[in-house]
């Protein structure tokens, strides 16, 4: 799976623009707003976006999923449906944070443990991690060896979990029993700030010691 990351809104979050080399076709994973820059490196790629993939439901991660799908033709996956009051709730996030006004989302699908979802002849597998948000899922490129994992897991540090409904216990469950089974050698893409691999946090990163 190739990869180009799109930094975008005040928050500095990584859109991630991931493509199947063989087809061109690829999928942009949270959105966050920016969308005429989002629009701008797409087409510098060359990409077919045929997607639009969410790892869950913060203003930041989905701010411009609307418009780019709208933008592309495109249906809007994810995430797990327990992030429904995070998308309900646009307007109310826009507010508190004082962006531009988001309305609320329902997506085309709502993804569950096990899932996948194909990009061009890729396969990501979907695993549903909660903690940060309830809802939070991540996508996982096995054959490539590349996760895209949201705000879960950065580089040093894991995601907050002092919003609604979010769980520090579960979160670190998660990484602990998700994410890092999958193997020291894989590379992954978080919602914010520089990637990183599983073990190099396996062994390094505070929050999992």
């Known amino acids: 799976m190739e990869y180009h990351l799109i930094p975008v809104t005040a928050f ?3 859109c991630s623009l991931i493509w199947c080399e063989e087809t061109r076709q690829g999928a942009l994973v949270d959105p966050g707003g920016d969308a005429e820059r989002i629009k701008a490196a797409v087409a510098q790629q060359g990409i077919e ?3 639009i993939l969410l790892t869950h439901g913060h203003l930041d991660h989905v701010g411009a999923a609307a418009e780019v799908a709208a933008f592309y033709a495109a249906p809007i996956i994810g995430p797990h449906k327990n992030d429904t009051f995070w ?9 508190m944070f004082g962006l ?7 997506p085309d699908r709502w993804l569950e443990e096990g899932d996948s979802v194909q990009v061009g002849n890729l396969a990501l597998e979907v695993l549903h991690c909660p903690g940060h948000t309830p809802g939070h899922v991540v996508f996982f490129d ?3 060896r590349l996760l ?25 469950a998660s990484i602990k029993q ?3 089974p999958l193997g020291d050698d894989v590379t992954f893409i978080p919602g914010h700030g520089p990637m ?3 073990g190099r946090e396996r062994i390094a990163n505070p929050f999992l010691q």
């Open 87 to 95: 998308l309900d709730g646009l307007p109310t996030q826009s507010q």
């Open 142 to 144: 096995r054959a490539g």
């Open 196 to 198: 990183s691999t599983l």
């Open 12 to 14: 500095a979050q990584n």
């Open 148 to 172: 895209v994992s949201g705000d879960v897991i950065f580089n040093g540090g894991v995601g907050r979990s002092d919003f609604p409904q979010g769980s520090h216990q579960d979160l670190i």
């Open 49 to 51: 976006v045929r997607q």
């Open 178 to 180: 998700k994410l890092l």
């Open 100 to 106: 531009a006004e988001c309305s609320p989302l329902t």
